[in-house]
């Protein structure tokens, strides 16, 4: 990431403070604004093509379940995961510069916070709209779904709500992250690995050993997506609140 020098040194106020350490995350536009989208573009390209050799080799008669066989996507779930290491890499980059113009601690995460939900709102504003498109051209003529997948909802505002709660998620899960690297480096981010994965084999077994698959995935069901997704909140307000609470302990990385 190339950093350019925005005013933070001694800023007026407290909320110019913040704004202009949410516009330091947008000095390289290229990472946060221009490579997901040119990689969502090859993954639209690559599933229209797959989709038209798919259609063009089915008999007619065929084609109704073809078509109905193609809905069921996931390549743009990409661009969540790739958030999560937007986030890593931002504020792992940015948190020294920032740190040397004078910048505290707190005013840097609210920062970070502010550029994360400005570009889950951009994200999410975009796949909805190309979600709407591939609506009204029936899946790019072929029937397929790459914004508009089952599992992002089936309404507009129902899209809206999952996709922006998932970008937030993820960026401040990725936040989380950066944040055991600041404080820890290397070594604490295994151990948070290792850890979180000794949690979810200790999550899985439990729901073995009490044969409570059957009621787990109940519970799913009448939750629905709206419902799971909105449980998420509660893990990005863990990750936010970790993420700052590590960040006011953090050192510099060329400072440790």
């Given at each position: ?220 069901v009448s939750l629905g997506r709206i419902g799971i997704v909105s449980w998420s909140l509660v893990a990005t307000a863990i990750s936010a609140v970790a993420g700052f609470l590590l960040l006011r302990r953090a050192t510099p990385?060329?400072?440790?």
């Amino acid at each position: 990431m190339t950093i350019t020098s925005p005013a933070l040194a001694h800023p007026a106020s407290p909320m110019k403070r913040i704004t202009n350490v949410a516009r330091l995350h947008f000095a390289n536009p290229w990472t946060t604004l221009t490579l997901p989208w040119i990689i969502l573009g090859v993954i639209f390209i690559g599933n229209v093509s797959i989709w038209w050799i798919i259609y063009s080799a089915s008999p007619a008669e065929n084609r109704a379940d073809v078509l109905s066989g193609l809905n069921f996507g996931g390549g743009n779930f990409f661009i969540f995961i790739y958030m999560m290491v937007v986030a890593i890499q931002a504020m792992s980059i940015t948190f020294p510069y920032a740190l040397g113009f004078g910048v505290t601690r707190r005013d840097y995460y609210l920062g970070s916070s502010l550029a994360f939900v400005i570009l889950a709102a951009i994200y999410t504003a975009g796949l909805t709209i190309l979600a709407a498109i591939e609506d009204a051209t029936n899946g790019w003529g072929f029937g397929g779904s790459l914004f508009a997948t089952i599992f992002v909802g089936d309404t507009t505002l129902e899209r809206i709500y999952v996709q922006f709660l998932l970008f937030l998620f993820f960026f401040f899960f990725g936040s989380a992250i950066a944040t055991v690297w600041l404080r820890w480096k290397a070594n604490g981010v295994a151990a948070f690995f290792i850890v979180l994965g000794i949690l979810l084999v200790a999550g899985l077994a439990l729901v073995t050993f009490t044969d409570s698959w059957g009621a787990l995935g109940e519970t799913l069901v009448s939750l629905g997506r709206i419902g799971i997704v909105s449980w998420s909140l509660v893990a990005t307000a863990i990750s936010a609140v970790a993420g700052f609470l590590l960040l006011r302990r953090a050192t510099p990385r060329n400072s440790a």
